[in-house]
């Protein structure tokens, strides 16, 4: 079913670190986006200041603090993770190992301003992978559709 915007999306997050994660978190962000049956890869753009799509995130903690006017989910979630197991949210980082979990948690997907909205429509996949100061923290992959109300 895919997620209709705007409206409000449903998520969990269960992670489970086996090493302390510390220092400047880095990310790769490969995203394809498939319409009407033809599939492109999406090139990394700025917004505002901020990288979106297929960028390589030099500083994802302060990305994350610098985009909360735009997209305040991702910030609020990390917020309420990290202060739900008596963490910092600060940078930079440093997250004991063990069990981070934010379970039934909703968002509202806002209306997108129009210079983005050919983004909005389609099915994504998105491969992500992330590494802090001492190596590799986990890679992810990511499958959803996306359609305007």
């Not at 992670?15 to 049956?37: E, W």
């Not at 986990?138 to 559709?145: F, P, R, V």
Request: with cysteine; charged share 15%; net charge neutral.
């Amino acid at each position: 079913m895919p997620l209709r915007h705007p409206g409000t999306a449903n998520f969990s997050v269960d992670a489970n670190l086996n090493r302390v994660v510390q220092g400047n978190l880095k990310g790769k962000v490969n995203i394809l986006r498939t319409v009407a049956g033809i599939r492109l890869p999406v090139r990394c753009y700025t917004y505002y200041g901020i990288p979106v799509g297929s960028c390589e995130y030099q500083n994802i903690c302060s990305q994350m603090q610098s985009a909360v006017p735009f997209v305040n989910i991702n910030w609020l979630v990390w917020v309420h993770l990290m202060l739900t197991h008596g963490q910092s949210v600060t940078c930079p980082l440093t997250i004991p190992e063990g069990n981070y979990n934010v379970e039934s948690k909703s968002a509202d997907i806002p209306v997108f301003d129009s210079s983005l909205s050919w983004l909005t429509v389609g099915n994504f996949d998105i491969d992500m992978s992330v590494t802090d100061d001492i190596g590799e923290v986990g890679c992810y992959s990511i499958k959803l559709s996306l359609q305007p109300k």
